[in-house]
């Protein structure tokens, strides 16, 4: 039976803990974990509290994150975790999708680790990271992150193994000589590039390495993050050139971007958005499978 509003399942599996029982740092570790990257994906989520410090939680995701464990399974280590609803229950339906997110983008990243999954950023995977690496040094195999949602199960899983694709991602964010933010407007997926422009007006022209075809192709109309390493212009000392190395979904931005006016006398404007029936029905990853189909 579906669980109620704004609860999280964790198991935790391996030989460690086959009689339920579990060392105290350990499994403080690993709920620690969950919470710390569940509030960083609420502050990353909800578009109204991108506008204040990212430097501090805003008292609003502090008061949606606000977290207990609500049950205990006996004979395994089995456990919920439930939200404590707010003094103003308004914000109290927002914890479910800050979950379901959560859940989904660990399903997501080891997938497609050059993409981060839309509400994660570095300092998430940085997190999930130490909760890897503190599994890599048991004897616990899995943890199992599970969200109902409605009758639908949600489940992802964090194990040992997936501690080096996170540091890889963290390296390449901490070695990425550019990071800039906008929306591509043209795609080469033969020749594998781009051209982005960045929310101030500039342009930056971009190369790509196979795998993260789509989430470019969504960059066209949608605003992204991407991270690369650049190379300056050393006149003006502006990047003029980047190679892609992470891209990072910025929903937040989404409703900035939409405010655009598009009036008669502009006739290049007054282009946007005709033909779109075109693609109606397309499958796009089908659409880049045929066009490779034809490459030489």
Request: hydrophobic letters at 35%; charged letters at 30%.
């Amino acid at each position: 039976m579906p669980e109620k509003k704004g609860q999280l399942n964790i198991k935790i599996e391996g030989p460690e803990v086959v009689r339920g029982r579990i060392e105290i740092g350990t499994f403080t570790e690993i709920i620690q974990g969950i919470y710390k990257g569940l509030r960083r994906v609420a502050l990353n989520t909800l578009e109204k509290y991108k506008k204040g410090d990212r430097g501090r939680y805003p008292k609003d995701v502090e008061e949606i994150c606000r977290i207990a464990i609500a049950d205990w399974k006996s004979g395994s280590i089995l456990l919920t975790l439930e939200a404590i609803p707010p003094k103003q229950m308004a914000f109290f339906p927002e914890i479910d999708e800050v979950m379901t997110r959560f859940v989904d983008g660990l399903v997501e990243f080891p997938k497609a680790p050059s993409v981060l999954p839309a509400g994660f950023d570095p300092q998430v995977v940085a997190v999930l990271e130490g909760v890897a690496s503190r599994l890599s040094k048991t004897g616990i195999t899995h943890v199992r992150v599970s969200k109902h949602v409605g009758k639908e199960l949600h489940e992802a899983t964090v194990e040992p193994r997936l501690r080096t694709i996170f540091e890889k991602v963290l390296k390449q964010t901490k070695e990425a000589e550019t990071v800039v933010e906008g929306k591509f407007y043209q795609v080469n997926l033969k020749q594998q590039s781009a051209t982005l422009e960045e929310f101030g007006g500039r342009i930056v022209s971009c190369h790509f390495n196979e795998g993260i075809e789509m989430q470019i192709i969504e960059g066209l109309t949608h605003p992204v993050r991407v991270y690369g390493k650049g190379t300056a212009d050393l006149q003006t000392n502006r990047i003029t050139h980047l190679l892609v190395q992470i891209i990072e979904p910025l929903p937040h931005r989404a409703e900035t971007s939409s405010k655009i006016k598009i009036t008669k006398e502009d006739p290049i404007l007054a282009l946007s958005g005709l033909g779109k029936e075109i693609w109606e029905g397309v499958d796009p990853d089908e659409y880049v499978r045929e066009l490779r189909e034809g490459w030489e």
